[in-house]
């Protein structure tokens, strides 16, 4: 009786390290295809210049509804950016007067302003600003400032990132250049 005891003990501890290994196995694999399948959704959905920019409807620190289905007859310029960067509040004032009257800007920041807030930057009747999580997520916004240069038909035409903003200047001067 004795080896019999000693038998299932051993056979049970077999089973017990087999289903483990499978168990840790399994979990790999299951892993392994969803993470393919985040980074092929993620890659599918990129924005990128030529694409169709995201719709929202947001009020802005004035409470004016902002639409950016509305902005149909200029190009917009989003301008990605937080309270606390210093980079973005340089940013804004190297192009703030750059940017013809035909361009809309448009600031997106987060929700929760810091002490020192963009809204005193904001002046100009074609410039809003606008508190929003969710329209950073929307736009894949990664880092800041990001800026979106968007047509009349909201077709991504260009999309700059900080160390783009002298390119971002020449382009704004060109679009000067045109409307004059």
């Keep these: 009786m004795g080896n019999t005891l000693l ?3 051993i056979i049970l501890w077999i ?6 290994l499978f168990i840790f196995l399994l979990t790999k694999s299951i892993t392994h295809f969803l993470n393919n399948l985040r980074i092929e959704k993620t890659n599918s959905n990129l924005l990128t210049v ?6 929202f409807k947001e ?15 200029s ?8 309270d ?17 009257n035909s361009i809309r800007l448009v600031i997106i920041a987060d929700e929760n302003p810091e002490i020192e807030s963009l809204s005193t930057l904001v002046s100009e009747n074609n410039m809003s600003l606008i508190r929003s999580n969710d329209i950073p ?9 990001t800026l ?33």
Excluded: M, W
Excluded at 149 to 166: A, F
């Design 7 to 9: 038998y299932s003990n």
């Design 15 to 20: 089973v017990v390290i087999v289903q483990t």
């Design 50 to 55: 030529g694409k169709k920019a995201p719709l």
């Design 59 to 73: 009020v802005d620190e004035r409470g004016n509804l902002i639409k950016l289905s509305d902005f149909n007859d």
């Design 75 to 82: 190009f917009t310029l989003l301008f990605f950016a937080d």
């Design 84 to 100: 606390v960067c210093n980079i973005c509040k340089e940013t804004f004032s190297l192009i703030k007067n750059k940017i013809p």
């Design 137 to 145: 997520i929307n736009y894949q916004i990664n880092e800041v400032p």
């Design 148 to 180: 979106f240069l968007l047509d009349k038909y909201n077709i991504i035409k260009e999309i700059y990132s900080n160390n783009e903003v002298q390119e971002l200047i020449k382009d704004l001067a060109l679009q000067n250049h045109k409307a004059s």
